[in-house]
DNA sequence: ATAATTAGTGATCAGGCGATAAACAATCAT
DNA sequence: ATGATTGTTTATCGCCTGATCACTAATTAT
């Protein structure tokens, strides 16, 4: 219903937005709202928030739990296709730069107060889409992100990264992404250079790979001894 | 009020447990009902729980917000005097063993469900106690494992760490905290052998602080170009 | 045994919650 | 201009929440 936009009044003072595009201001700044107090939020106090009353939340949306589903459809969507896999596979440019100028790009989308509480909230709630997330980021970026530190070290190409193999990859990425939680969270006092901090972590991470999986004669993975 | 311990009935059947038994045992089961439920989680679902009613709660806390609070207390103080930084800074042992030992030891106390939802919950709630715990493992468990790093480079020993050491030392480390967060909360399959997993990050962390902050003659630090 | 004290319960209150229905206001089609 | 349609508000419902009070049951002290 009410489908195709209506161009009407494009010059005049617009009182009243067309549906769609009150809908979409409902969602956004819904999604902010449940962003700083948690879903447990009340629809009387977003309604505040937007300037109008509570029941008319319930012209645009069934019910809460249905303008929550589309928050985070919206905050999950939104970021993730951007073809970030073809920047990481493009040979022709060293692997340094082409993990620096992804994890720089990537981090500029989710490193904002809203995304990362939004993400740590449906976490915890245990939702399908959070699972999902993560198995776009194995799947999407730390697999090929593990292949082509294989092609560099000059190991074989496998389909299938070892588990060994993705748990590092899983623990830098974290080690990132935590970076903007800590940042945008917890309120921290972060190094202020975004970009070093990156460079400096892909540092580890390359010479990690290297060390523990690589080909050099070199102290390859140490034996690890049960301690404790 | 009622502060000795009765040591009554001590073989009989006790119905009745010593009131700071009965109290610890409250908020030891509050804690695991929180941890799933989240804070938003009702005092009558709690008391069910506990298997008594729910005005009972009031007899031993004030009110929900205090119950709260004693739960942040024995979570957070639980596992912290430890004793951790003495492990840490015993140069008669490999630097590699001290810090395996210190994170096999260190991930034993806080991986758990329980654990790391708390933890998450009072982040998101912006809690001063998880801010002073954020400064608890900077100041006593990475300022000593930049110390003994900087020992084990050759570098000369300062007192404080440069912001860069710092930040790699929390990216270090949260991507550890990390793999507790994906096992446990979102139900990820990790690698199994949390010991090696521990092993490859430090293998890396290692590595990269060489790399980046060492004084060898191979490529330190890399220029930072802007990228993106 | 009896009185005093403590532990626990049932009933209930005021307030906030999500959601609904009916009335009013603004816009659109004709 | 008029009627239909859509957007918004006022008033309200039933339910659940944290909290309180008066009361009963169990334990302890004398």
């Not at 977003?46 to 589903?69: E, W």
């Not at 999950?76 to 970030?84: C, F, K, N, Q, R």
Request: proline letters at 4%; a positive charge; hydrophobic letters at 40%.
């Amino acid at each position: 219903m009410a489908r195709k936009a209506k161009l009407k009044s494009a010059a005049g003072k617009q009182k009243r937005l067309s549906p769609d595009d009150r809908r979409r201001e409902f969602v956004a700044k819904a999604t902010e709202f449940f962003a700083e107090q948690g879903f447990g939020g009340g629809t009387r106090d977003l309604a505040r928030r937007l300037g109008v009353t509570q029941p008319l939340l319930y012209r645009y949306f069934p019910s809460k739990d249905d303008l929550i589903r589309e928050v985070y459809r919206t905050v999950y969507l939104e970021p993730l296709d951007t073809g970030w896999e073809k920047l990481l596979t493009d040979r022709s440019r060293p692997i340094r730069e082409r993990l620096r100028e992804f994890y720089n790009a990537y981090t500029n989308v989710i490193f904002s107060r809203k995304w990362l509480r939004i993400y740590l909230y449906s976490g915890l709630k245990g939702l399908d889409i959070n699972r999902r997330y993560v198995a776009v980021v194995q799947d999407q970026i730390l697999m090929p992100i593990i292949r082509e530190c294989r092609h560099e070290a000059g190991l074989p190409a496998q389909n299938k990264p070892t588990a060994a193999e993705l748990e590092m990859a899983w623990v830098f990425h974290s080690g990132i992404f935590y970076y903007g939680v800590r940042k945008h969270i917890y309120g921290s006092s972060v190094l202020e250079d975004k970009q070093q901090m990156i460079a400096d972590a892909l540092d580890a991470y390359l010479a990690g790979f290297e060390r523990v999986f690589g080909t050099g004669v070199a102290p390859r993975r140490a034996p690890v001894k049960a301690v404790g």
